[in-house]
């Protein structure tokens, strides 16, 4: 039933501190973390992960953008995962974004916006394998209190 989708804090993110935040509001939506790693992207990362936009007049911009920095790929996972973060970044455009969406709250450029998130399970499923291999996505259950518990 849960789903998995892939994230990525675009390196604006980082550069602005806003890491953290971001995390916790798809923390906060109740989904939970299975793979996450801070890297560089390279062009071929590019091309793969935007194939759709490689023909795109913005692919220069956004590709130079997104490998200019650090980023921070994510594997979330929960129920319709995929529409769940999708709804929680708010509109490709921030101008267009909702209140209350990451941003729509946090951004004000269609080049800057923060965010990445696969915009179906085929597409998630087809990034998700750019940026993890198989053994780097864990399978748990959240079980732990913020007690412990004696036995
Ligand atoms: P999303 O990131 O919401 O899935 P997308 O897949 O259409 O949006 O485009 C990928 C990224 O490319 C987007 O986050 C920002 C950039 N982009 C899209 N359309 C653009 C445009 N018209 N001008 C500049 N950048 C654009
Ligand atoms: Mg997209």
């Given amino acids: 039933m849960s789903e998995r989708s892939l994230v990525l804090l675009k390196p604006d993110a980082l550069q602005r501190g806003l890491a953290g935040r971001i995390i916790s509001r798809l923390e906060d939506r109740g989904l939970k973390i299975v793979g996450m790693k801070l890297m560089q992207m390279d062009m071929p ?5 935007y194939a759709e936009h490689v023909e795109k ?13 650090p980023i921070v790929a994510m594997a979330v996972e ?20 909702e209140p209350g ?36 996505l864990l399978d748990y259950d959240r079980e732990i209190e913020p007690w412990v518990t004696e036995s």
């Avoid at 990362?45 to 992960?49: D, N, Y």
């Avoid at 319709?80 to 509109?91: D, F, I, L, P």
């Fill in 78 to 97: 929960g129920k319709s995962a995929v529409e769940v973060v999708r709804k929680t970044m708010g509109a490709t455009n921030p101008q267009n974004a």
């Fill in 45 to 49: 990362t590019a091309q793969r992960h």
């Fill in 101 to 136: 969406t990451i941003r729509g709250d946090l951004a004000v450029d269609i080049g800057r916006n923060l965010i990445h998130g696969s915009d179906s399970p085929e597409s998630a499923e087809r990034e998700l394998a750019i940026f993890f291999a198989d053994g780097d």
């Fill in 57 to 69: 007049p913005f692919f220069a911009g956004l590709s130079s953008f997104m490998m200019s920095r």
